[in-house]
């Protein structure tokens, strides 16, 4: 196989070392290119062709379907694993020993607490206001609390910074949640599992005992693995972006938070629920709702469908579709939007349209369908979403720190006015 590859600009010709990676994927080095070119740079809107770094996180192929953390497969984490040991695999590279993950825990349970006053910032927001938004800016706000800057060339000051955003950020989701539905705000029980302990932080009431649900907290821990990271998504590639400017860990995790709200990204589940509703609304006509997706004159998309990198099927899908069967199933939920769900899938996958385009059942088609068997209402969740996603993020912020990466700073095509004379307003 060539090392090489060659470029040919004006009868000149340039060669570029040829990069690959441990799973055979190949890659255009062109970080010279400006140099020997004069100037000469790429175009590449929502860079679908290029790779903005070298990371050891995530292997993911679309074609085929595959999705691994550290080269573990995701079908064998789900099943195996706990979400706490993921977020250990994919932040520190190996699954923790016994000892390392009971310390792991312990070092969270120990900042498990947030500053009392940072209820008075979310007293501020309107009932109203979106979780992620809260969240994002919640998230952003512990910097107030924790100003220290993390400095990389120490592995504790980083370890500290980490463990002290998982043990926070449970506590912040659910105090977005306790807000919107009116609830006390309350902590955690540090007797408990990291996941356990969060659905309890959403869900206890202030009367009464609280009993936990061996199968919500199941589930829940599921859907945190297959949200955990996957590669560089919009999302991460911002947490990346911020972080590169030596922009502190929080804060490049609260602006992932905003990149993460939107409904192309993980915005979607909360999306893909309210279509369904709004098909069941209309009276469950799936094959009209079809029809929109298709007209290009009609902006309505098949929500929870298509993926920018799978284009045979999501494999986290894959699994979140038999367990939300097993949960609807063990909570006794019998939910009509399930069924439309159903049809939908059934007919996107034999339409001309949807398989010419390679446009599967994406993550979201069906965790939301589980939230809302769980009794999380739509606006959570995406932030269900970001708590899964965390350590991720985490991961690859210490990932871009380590390597000690260059700020990023993409180039353009400029497409303005040439250079043109100043007109005063009376003469304009
Ligand atoms: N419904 C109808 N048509 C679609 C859909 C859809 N959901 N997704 C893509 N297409 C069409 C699109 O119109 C285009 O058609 P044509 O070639 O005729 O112009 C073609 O398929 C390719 O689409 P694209 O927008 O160029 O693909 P992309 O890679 O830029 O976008 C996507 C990927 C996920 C943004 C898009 O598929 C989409 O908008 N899906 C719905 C939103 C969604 O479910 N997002 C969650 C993604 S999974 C969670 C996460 O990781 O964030």
């Given amino acids: 196989m060539s090392k090489t590859a060659t470029l040919q600009i004006d009868g000149k010709s340039y060669e570029f070392p ?25 175009i590449d809107p929502g860079y679908k062709n290029t790779g903005s770094c070298e990371s050891a996180i995530t292997f993911l192929n679309g074609e085929e379907g595959i999705l691994r953390y550290r080269g573990y497969a995701i079908e064998e984490l789900a099943e195996k694993a706990d979400f706490l040991e993921v977020a250990y695999l994919l932040i520190f590279g190996e699954l923790p020993t016994k000892h390392e993950l009971d310390k792991f825990h312990a070092d969270i349970k120990a900042q498990s607490h947030v500053d009392e006053d940072v209820k008075k910032i979310l007293d501020g927001f309107p009932k109203s206001a979106h979780p992620m938004g809260v969240l994002s800016s919640l998230t952003s706000a512990l910097v107030a609390f924790n100003p220290s800057s993390v400095n990389v060339d120490s592995e504790e000051e980083m370890y500290n910074a980490i463990v002290r955003l998982m043990a926070k950020f449970p506590v912040l989701t659910a105090w977005a949640y306790r807000k919107r539905v009116g609830l006390p705000l309350d902590y955690g029980d540090d007797s408990l599992g990291y996941v356990d302990n969060f659905v309890k932080m959403m869900f206890k009431k202030p009367s009464g005992d609280y009993n936990s649900n061996k199968t919500i907290v199941e589930a829940m821990d599921k859907l945190l693995i297959l949200h955990a990271d996957h590669e560089q998504n919009c999302s991460t590639s911002t947490v990346r972006m911020v972080g590169s400017s030596h922009a502190g860990l929080f804060v490049s995790i609260s602006a992932g938070i905003a990149a993460l709200w939107g409904p192309l990204h993980g915005g979607a589940n909360q999306a893909v629920i309210e279509m369904l509703e709004a098909i069941k609304e209309d009276g469950g006509d799936t094959h009209k709702f079809m029809q929109k997706a298709k007209d290009k004159e009609d902006p309505f998309r098949l929500m929870g469908f298509g993926h920018r990198v799978y284009k045979n099927f999501d494999p986290r899908a894959k699994i979140i579709k038999k367990s939300a069967d097993d949960v609807l199933e063990a909570l006794g939920v019998d939910d009509p939007v399930l069924d439309i769900a159903k049809d939908l899938e059934k007919e996107a996958l034999s339409d001309n349209y949807f398989v010419d385009r390679k446009l599967y059942p994406n993550v979201d088609f069906y965790s939301g369908i589980i939230y809302r068997a769980m009794g999380i209402p739509v606006e959570m969740f995406t932030p269900m979403f970001a708590l899964g996603r965390l350590p991720g993020w985490i991961a690859q912020w210490r990932e871009m720190r380590l390597r000690k990466e260059p700020i990023g700073r993409p180039r353009q095509v400029y497409i303005g006015e040439n250079l043109r004379p100043f007109k005063s307003v009376e003469n304009r």
């Fill in 18 to 42: 040829l990069v690959t990676g441990t799973e055979k994927e190949r890659a255009i080095d062109i970080k010279t290119l400006r140099g020997v070119t004069g100037g000469v740079t790429t």
